[in-house]
Structures are given as structure tokens and as C-alpha cells.
């Protein structure tokens, strides 16, 4: 059984993309995976990733 949890969640930026483009972040922070399409990331991470 899970139990629900609502993590406070902020959207930091929206790219517009080919599917090119999402496949090598998803190897790159594979190590941060939560679930699915969910990542735990680092302010390091999410400040790289604002520079793209």
C-alpha cells in the first residue's frame, strides 16, 4: 500500500523539445531517479540544468 504524499513541487522552466533532448538527462540523473518522471535533484543540478 501507498501512502499519498504531496511534495511541494515548483516549476522552474518549460524548453520546448524534440524527444532528443530528454533522453540524456534522463541517463545523466538516473542516479537521482524517485519514481517515474520524478528526480530528486540538488540546487547544482537544477542551476546546470536552467542554464540549457
Known sequence: MMVAFLPDISLLKIWEHDGEFETPL???????????????????????????
Open 26 to 52: 534522463h541517463k545523466k540523473y538516473s542516479h537521482l531517479r524517485v519514481r517515474g518522471e520524478w528526480f530528486k535533484l540538488t540546487m547544482c543540478e537544477l542551476f546546470e540544468l536552467n542554464e540549457l
